[in-house]
């Protein structure tokens, strides 16, 4: 079963007290080992039920991280027994759901998420990400823009980077550019956005103007199977035959099994 990506889930995973690997969002991380986190508190008051919430989503994290899904399942179905209005369960349930392709419960909780606090950056940023996978894009930019609005909202480069990838993907290169042109102003070596300009310049024919977004992003971030199969494309454009054997060379060396290194071996590598 194809494995959802989790880099949408941006700064809710930094609330939750995780951190998401910087290029490889499919990687949830726990800061403190599990023999760490408090015991469940009694059921009291609002304070402790809500504190009760956090510990089992934050348990829930770990689960997901390490591929439990049943059991991360099991500890949100928790979490929001204690507090049925705590954000952070209904959205990572929603990431739960997407991830298993129960599509309509992941809406259905990425929508509750939203009704708790509808001008949360982060709550529609990450229901705005789940639209545009879906192909639901006129849809998504709203929620993106809903995002971009909130001015709490502590990682706007994620927003303006999904936005800006949302509509490259119906070619839309005239709105996409200064979203993404945004996110670098924020955040110079974002890794995604740099890679977006890489992959759209060369779609317009800039092979050049890809090039230097490439070397960018190389200078700031560790190499992907993505990042490495663009740069060869790039390469390849420019005539740079040195170069793109290097980035093919790379990309079956250190990623031998990924979708990428495997289409260098069909007729096409373009």
Same mark, same amino acid.
């Given at each position: ?24 969002? %499919? ?23 809500? =504190? ?36 952070p369960a209904h959205t990572l349930l929603a990431i739960l759901d997407w991830r298993i392709d129960r599509l309509p419960a992941a809406d259905a909780e990425f929508r509750k998420a939203i009704a708790l606090d509808p001008s949360n950056g982060d709550s529609n940023n990450n229901y705005g990400k789940f639209l545009c996978e879906q192909g639901k894009r006129q849809e998504a930019m709203k929620y993106y ?24 993907? =119906? ?33 317009? %024919? ?5 090039? %230097? ?31 793109? =054997? ?25």
């Amino acid at each position: 079963m194809p494995r959802k990506p989790f880099y949408l889930l941006g700064a809710m995973l930094l609330a939750l007290g995780l951190a998401a690997c910087k290029h490889d969002p %499919g990687i949830i991380k726990y800061s403190s080992p599990l023999n760490n986190l408090k015991q469940e508190p009694h059921d009291t008051n609002q304070e402790d039920k809500q =504190s009760a919430a956090q510990t089992h989503t934050q348990l829930a994290a770990v689960y997901m991280g390490q591929g439990h899904l049943k059991e991360a399942e099991t500890a949100l179905d928790r979490a929001l027994g204690f507090d049925d209005k705590y954000i952070p369960a209904h959205t990572l349930l929603a990431i739960l759901d997407w991830r298993i392709d129960r599509l309509p419960a992941a809406d259905a909780e990425f929508r509750k998420a939203i009704a708790l606090d509808p001008s949360n950056g982060d709550s529609n940023n990450n229901y705005g990400k789940f639209l545009c996978e879906q192909g639901k894009r006129q849809e998504a930019m709203k929620y993106y823009r809903r995002a971009l609005a909130d001015p709490f909202y502590k990682t706007p480069e994620v927003a303006n980077t999904n936005a800006g990838t949302c509509l490259m993907k =119906s070619r839309d290169y005239v709105a996409a550019e200064p979203y993404l042109h945004k996110a670098l102003e924020i955040q110079p070596g974002y890794g995604p956005a740099l890679l977006a300009m890489a992959r759209m310049d060369l779609a317009r %024919g800039k092979a050049f103007d890809a090039r %230097g977004y490439m070397q960018r992003f190389e200078s700031a971030g560790q190499a992907t199977p993505e990042s490495l199969l663009l740069g060869y494309q790039i390469a390849t454009r420019l005539g740079d035959k040195s170069s793109a =054997s290097s980035y093919s060379d790379r990309l079956q060396d250190q990623f031998p099994n990924s979708p990428q290194a495997q289409s260098l071996n069909g007729p096409n590598h373009d």
